[in-house]
């Protein structure tokens, strides 16, 4: 039902604001000649990448992820979080990766710049990018928080840019979506657009919440052509029940697989802190809430998808701690994280590893265990471990793939892998706890900092995969659940198995790297 049309001048291409956009990008001072090769399978962007002394030009992380893809490409915008943010000077504009594989990564710089403090993109905020003829459109959050904007002008809009070739993009100075009468400008943002074949228009969502009562929705806007930059608003696609009780439905995403619509938004408020997932056979509803809707912990967040036009994949990062160490608190951005979905045959999702980053790993590396306690047998790659025990192994590597097929021998007591093991003893673990239907990761104080739902049963075998960078380890089960998680100097320091009273068995581990 329509309640409301909004009208953007119709002359969107006029008086435009242009983007800077310079051909070779700064990485350590020196010029790259436009790109640079990354290294890490969860890139972060590199430091100095303009060069120069400037502050803000110095080391900065991955925060959230536009992707999008197009001529065998996926072009992965995001949100830079700078590590030193100069005061006066905005934040968050968007940066690129560009990758034709998953596994490696181009860098390549600034795409969109924040605006002055007068302007409403002074921060820049979420958005997403559709093709409609030979333009592109990328869409986004202004921001803006500075009290003296905010005497004429809400926190939170909706903004354009337009671009041909995804390298140069223009500011359209003209355009604004603002919230309607009934919702709240103080959060209205992450526009997420594409074309809604049912509608045969394109369909716009963006997070905001009833104004008054403060109650979570996508509201959803509609527009025939968005050259006209004419949107109108219907109904929200979607309102968060009182059971649910989410403050804001961030980055929304919606997506058709087979017989299914998914629609895929973050929260970061509530008991349950990540990325959810619904699914209905109509993109109007209702809307089904899956028994285990979590794609991931709490580590892995503002995931949005892009798809090949054979594989859908989902695009998120894992927070980064400060201090940098297991203790610390998280943090807002971090590096980029990558899963594959599948679809089940009851139409719910599952999420694994992409094919080509196991491909990565082909270099085994025996394995060699430097200490156990407890009762722990072994035979070649082939573990028991009867009640408190451990085995431990040889630090791991800065690149390392683990697999193991596993099964606990009752369901009070908990069994799992460790990491990060110093000479105190203390470790991170990741565990399986039967008792508490989850899987969980506590860090060496024994906190838990990062679970998932998982149901499981006794004597049952389990494959598992491990595929750790650096300090980002992400523990895939089932070949449909997956942890995301955040383990400093995992690389340096011994890993293991361990059981906390259970009868573990652990049969085929095999550790590998890359060449």
């Known amino acids: 039902m329509k309640i409301k049309n909004i009208i953007l001048g119709s002359s969107i291409f006029f008086s435009l604001l242009s983007c800077s956009q310079n051909d070779d990008t700064y990485i350590g001072g020196s010029i790259s000649g436009g ?33 999008f893809f197009d001529s065998g490409k996926f072009h992965i915008y ?36 924040y605006g002055n403090a007068d302007e409403a993109d002074f921060g820049v905020g979420t958005g997403s990018v559709v093709k409609v003829g030979n333009t592109y459109y990328f869409y986004y959050t202004g ?26 993009w223009t500011k359209i100075s003209n355009f604004k979506i ?17 074309f809604n074949e049912e509608l045969n228009k ?26 006209t930059g004419n949107w109108e608003v219907q109904v929200p696609i979607y309102t968060t029940t009182a059971e649910e009780n989410y403050l804001m439905m961030e980055c929304a995403d919606v997506f058709k697989m087979g017989n299914y619509w998914y629609l895929l938004f973050s929260e970061n408020w509530g008991n349950s802190k990540g990325t959810h997932y619904r699914m209905a056979t109509s993109l109007n509803g209702p809307w089904i809430n899956p028994a285990q809707d979590m794609i991931d912990g709490e580590y892995f967040y503002a ?78 790659a082939n573990f028991q471990l009867s009640g408190n025990a451990s085995v431990d192994f040889k630090a791991a590597g800065k690149k390392a793939k683990i697999n193991a097929t596993i099964s606990l021998g009752n369901t009070t007591t908990s069994a799992g892998f460790k990491f990060e093991i110093n000479d105190a003893g203390d470790y991170y673990k990741i565990v399986l706890e039967p ?81």
């Open 178 to 194: 603002t919230a309607p009468a009934g919702y709240l400008d103080f959060d209205f943002r992450d526009p997420h657009v594409f």
């Open 78 to 113: 995001f949100l830079h979080d700078a590590q030193n943010k100069p005061a006066g000077k905005g934040f968050h504009d968007i940066h690129e990766f560009q990758t034709t594989d998953l596994a490696h990564f181009s860098y390549n710089g600034q795409m969109i710049p």
């Open 435 to 515: 008792e508490n239907n989850r899987i969980a990761a506590y860090n060496s104080a024994m906190q838990l900092v990062a679970q998932i739902p998982f149901a499981i049963a006794e004597d049952v075998n389990y494959e598992v995969e491990l595929i750790c960078d650096g300090s980002i380890c992400t523990f895939y089960i089932g070949g449909n659940k997956v942890l995301s998680n955040r383990i400093y100097s995992r690389e340096l320091h011994k890993w293991g198995l361990l059981s906390e009273g259970n009868q573990f068995k652990v049969s085929n581990l095999t550790l590998k790297t890359t060449e």
């Open 35 to 67: 790109e640079s090769s990354i290294a890490s399978i969860y890139p972060i962007p590199p430091s100095q990448w303009m060069g120069g002394k400037d502050p803000y030009y110095s080391a900065g992380y991955t925060g959230d992820i536009m992707p």
């Open 303 to 380: 995931a949005k998808t892009a798809s090949d036009g054979n594989k859908r994949y989902a695009f998120g990062w894992t927070a980064r701690k400060s201090p940098q160490n297991d203790a610390g608190n998280k943090e807002w951005a971090g590096n980029m994280v990558i899963h594959q979905i599948s679809q089940n045959t009851d139409g719910t999702l599952s999420f694994l590893a992409p094919q080509v980053v196991k491909e990565l790993f082909t270099k085994e590396i025996l394995l060699e265990s430097v200490n156990t306690t407890g009762t722990v047998s072994e035979n070649n």
């Open 202 to 227: 394109y369909s716009m969502l963006v997070s905001t919440q009833t104004d008054p009562g403060r109650k979570a929705v996508l509201l959803h806007f509609t527009c025939s052509n968005p050259a």
């Open 143 to 168: 921001h803006n928080a500075i009290p003296a904007f905010l005497e004429s002008n809400p926190r939170e809009s909706v903004l354009c840019a337009t671009s041909t070739d995804l390298k140069n």
